[in-house]
T-cell receptor, first 118, second 111 residues
Framework: DTGVSQDPRHKITKRGQNVTFRCDPI?????LYWYRQTLGQGPEFLTYFQNEAQLEKSRLLSDRFSAERPKGSFSTLEIQRTEQGDSAMYLC????????????????FGAGSRLTVL | QKEVEQDPGPLSVPEGAIVSLNCTYSNSAFQYFMWYRQYSRKGPELLMY????GNKEDGRFTAQVDKSSKYISLFIRDSQPSDSATYLCATGGRSASKIIFGSGTRLSIRP
């Protein structure tokens, strides 16, 4: 297992276009998270899956954003009608195990997908 | 008020110095605490994980959690230029859903 993989690493698009990012988590992890990070800020939570169920979504996730994890394995994050304010690093992370004391909440991050909206 | 507050720095210290990085949080329900290191244009990588209050040591790194004052710290001993990075504190509650990050402290170790 090579860890969490994200694709593409960098996407440049024009305002109004749709973009999709893919995340392949660590295979035995049942939880998958999407975060957004802008320059000089920490990661901001967007959404979270346990297996294929999307259990929580941030207010940051407007109607233009949609995330799926159809078979409980890889996930996609789609942004429709991109705006310049969507320019950021989109980070995917996964976690697994049982119980907070065992470190089940430890997130392993991918390298991120950087979005530039012109 | 942000749920997790962290001084953004930047912090610059000479090689070999002891570094102290700190965060405060507002939600007393937070149960577990993490420190991540992030190099430029890379994803964060886990440094330390602690569950509840106390100290945890791993090599040159020591994490401290004081739940009474809602204060978490990371100490780096014998700092090296390779420690230059952004350090992120993170915390979450028992539900293990949303994990909240601080804004990160940019650290530079001068040779």
């Amino acid at each position: 297992d090579t860890g969490v993989s994200q694709d593409p690493r960098h996407k440049i698009t024009k305002r109004g276009q749709n973009v999709t990012f893919r995340c392949d988590p660590i295979s035995e992890h049942n939880r998958l998270y999407w975060y957004r990070q802008t320059l000089g800020q920490g990661p901001e939570f967007l959404t979270y899956f346990q297996n294929e169920a999307q259990l929580e979504k941030s207010r940051l996730l407007s109607d233009r954003f949609s995330a799926e994890r159809p078979k409980g394995s890889f996930s996609t994050l789609e942004i429709q009608r991109t705006e310049q304010g969507d320019s950021a690093m989109y980070l995917c992370a996964s976690s697994g195990g049982q119980g907070a004391s065992s470190g089940a909440n430890v997130l392993t991050f991918g390298a991120g997908s950087r979005l530039t909206v012109l | 008020q942000k749920e997790v507050e962290q001084d953004p720095g930047p912090l610059s210290v000479p090689e070999g110095a002891i570094v102290s990085l700190n965060c405060t949080y507002s939600n007393s329900a937070f149960q577990y605490f993490m420190w991540y290191r992030q190099y430029s244009r890379k994803g964060p990588e886990l440094l330390m994980y602690t569950y509840s209050s106390g100290n945890k040591e791993d090599g040159r790194f020591t994490a401290q959690v004081d739940k009474s004052s809602k204060y978490i710290s990371l100490f780096i001993r014998d700092s090296q230029p390779s420690d230059s990075a952004t350090y992120l504190c993170a915390t979450g509650g028992r539900s293990a859903s949303k994990i909240i990050f601080g804004s990160g402290t940019r650290l530079s170790i001068r040779p």
